[in-house]
């Protein structure tokens, strides 16, 4: 069990600092690459969110009906080839490509967290806040670690860096099937 939740502490790790790699910096990355002004990289990073919240809102019922490790695979290793071609997008296509990964990532925590409740039944006050606490705390020391890192290398390296996060969804094979948490 504690190598499960291990697995989906890593699977909540690469989400989070994805995500806040752009809550935190997507705006800078905007104004740093393609010049836009700070109202249209406010705008963009409005859409970027209103997709996230999207996302954390289908990704429940989603699960519901295909099965829970499903969401974890699609919405972490799926979100790959996005994540890897936003930092050579034009414009156009960082605002389409932020909207897909936000609404395919945030998909996941509510997967991970109905995952995890399901392997310790008896213990579902404790697994939340242990998920809640662990995400909330990896993001605000992966939002410091990036900064760090883009006063270091730039914006630009940091996206190319946290574009690679979601090959930790390849973990998931490791996760046993939906129906054996059932059974518990």
Do not use: M
């Not at 909330?136 to 574009?163: H, P, Q």
């Amino acid at each position: 069990i504690l190598v499960i939740i291990g697995i989906l502490a890593l699977l909540v790790f690469s989400k989070y600092v994805y995500v806040v790699s752009l809550t935190s910096f997507y705006t800078f990355y905007l104004i740093e690459t393609f010049g836009v002004s700070v109202r249209e990289s406010q705008l963009l990073l409005f859409v970027f969110l209103g997709a996230v919240a999207l996302g954390t809102f289908v990704g429940g019922p989603i699960g519901d009906r295909i099965g829970r490790k499903a969401v974890i695979w699609v919405s972490i290793l799926g979100v790959l080839p996005f994540t890897l071609a936003l930092p050579h997008a034009n414009l156009l296509w960082t605002a389409i490509l932020t909207f897909v990964i936000g609404v395919v990532i945030a998909s996941a925590f509510s997967a991970i967290l109905v995952y995890a409740q399901q392997l310790v039944p008896n213990r579902i006050g404790l697994i939340s806040g242990l998920f809640f606490g662990f995400a909330f705390g990896i993001a605000g020391i992966g939002a410091a670690a990036l900064g760090i890192l883009a006063d270091w290398k730039g914006i630009a390296f940091v996206y190319r860096l946290c574009a690679w996060l979601p090959l930790i969804g390849l973990l998931t094979v490791f996760l046993p099937p939906d129906n054996a948490l059932k059974s518990r």
